[in-house]
């Protein structure tokens, strides 16, 4: 396996520009996650690293070498796609033998390769089908499979799932996490969907308009979010305007003292206040509180969401499903402060 570098890599077609001078390492045997909106970039960076894109500008080096000119079948990488790309008249076998074949690799050898990976993935019962007769999990896992039995330095997956249902999503979600951790390969992941994102990578990136908006461990992504940008898209926490003063955060509907952590000294500064549904919780002396009336509840089973409103912004609370709450009728929530950020209004920076 090898670490992947990006330095100050670009992409435009045309006037529009796609990325925008963006330097990243993955390290050796790391799951790196791409995540972001549609249209923010992270499935071009993934085909620069294939090869199926040409940079604009900067470098990308796999390993020991530097692949700006070199060939996507020179890459030593392997791609899994989202439409799983099999070739429908080939049996299982065949598709997973199909790129080693291309490569001349003894037959032997290859029929070695191919039985690892289908004991791996579970797949030995159904080498002799063809795709037409496999649920669309059992075709991703050929397609896993394709990749495995190549070897290569960097795995590269652009949104396998996204053709899954939502359980199939899960235990697929599962069974890449443990490949991964079989394996101990390099892999760099492109996702839309937060829970993939926090569920997998050792860490997670987030791309906004073609620049890297946060760069870390899912923990520290989801509790400390660089931005306004990230604390929206990861979790959608809940953001409340106001300014800080005497210590205090003052917003249209009232005053929290702020904890010793969230204190500043700059005064009537335009900020917002970061909080996580999960930190609206039942009153507490200890903590400061609101009012609040419901306008929605959705009870989920083992939790009930709460949708208000609070200085004009639209707030979710993730409470209990034996809290005793109900729309139009009012509610006093505490709130956990000592968990909330702290963004600049103007520079939308946590503080």
Do not use: W
Not at 40 to 61: H, W
Not at 221 to 241: H, S, T
Not at 322 to 327: A, F, G, L, T
Not at 335 to 349: G, I, N
Request: glycine share 6%.
């Amino acid at each position: 396996m090898a670490q992947v570098i990006l330095e100050h890599v670009s992409k435009s077609f045309g006037e529009t520009s796609v990325i925008q001078d963006l330097s990243l390492t993955v390290k050796d045997h790391e799951f790196v996650v791409l995540v972001g909106p549609s249209g923010c970039g992270k499935s071009t960076v993934l085909r620069m690293i294939a090869g199926l894109e040409a940079l604009s500008d900067g470098d990308i080096q796999i390993g020991d070498r530097v692949v700006n000119d070199v060939a996507p079948k020179d890459r030593d990488i392997a791609m899994v796609f989202q439409n799983y790309a099999l070739y429908p008249h080939m049996s299982v076998f065949d598709n997973m033998a199909f790129g080693l074949k291309m490569r001349k690799i003894p037959k032997k050898e290859i029929q070695k390769r191919v039985e690892a990976a289908a004991k791996i993935l579970d797949l030995e019962h159904l080498l002799h089908r063809k795709p037409k007769q496999l649920s669309g999990g059992q075709r991703q896992r050929v397609a896993l499979g394709r990749a495995i039995v190549r070897d290569p330095q960097v795995f590269l997956m652009d949104e396998p799932l996204s053709n899954l249902d939502a359980k199939l999503r899960v235990s697929m979600r599962r069974e890449i996490a443990q490949l991964h951790q079989r394996l101990n390969a390099t892999t760099v992941y492109v996702t839309h969907d937060q829970v993939e994102a926090m569920t997998m990578g050792d860490r997670i990136v987030i791309l906004h308009q073609g620049v890297i908006q946060q760069m870390d461990t899912p923990t520290k992504v989801y509790e400390q979010p660089a931005n306004l940008f990230v604390a929206g898209f990861i979790g959608q926490m809940n953001l409340i305007k106001g300014t800080l003063q005497n210590e205090r955060f003052v917003f249209e509907d009232g005053t929290f003292v702020l904890p010793e952590t969230l204190r500043r000294e700059a005064e009537n500064r335009p900020v917002v206040l970061g909080i996580r549904p999960e930190h609206f919780t039942l009153p507490d002396e200890n903590q400061a509180s609101i009012n609040i009336m419901p306008e929605q509840i959705e009870i989920l089973g083992s939790e009930k969401l709460a949708h208000f409103q609070l200085a004009g912004a639209p707030l979710t609370a993730r409470l209990s499903p034996d809290v005793d709450i109900h729309v139009g009728q009012k509610i006093t929530l505490g709130v956990a402060l000592t968990h909330a950020s702290l963004f600049d209004a103007q520079t939308e920076k946590r503080l």
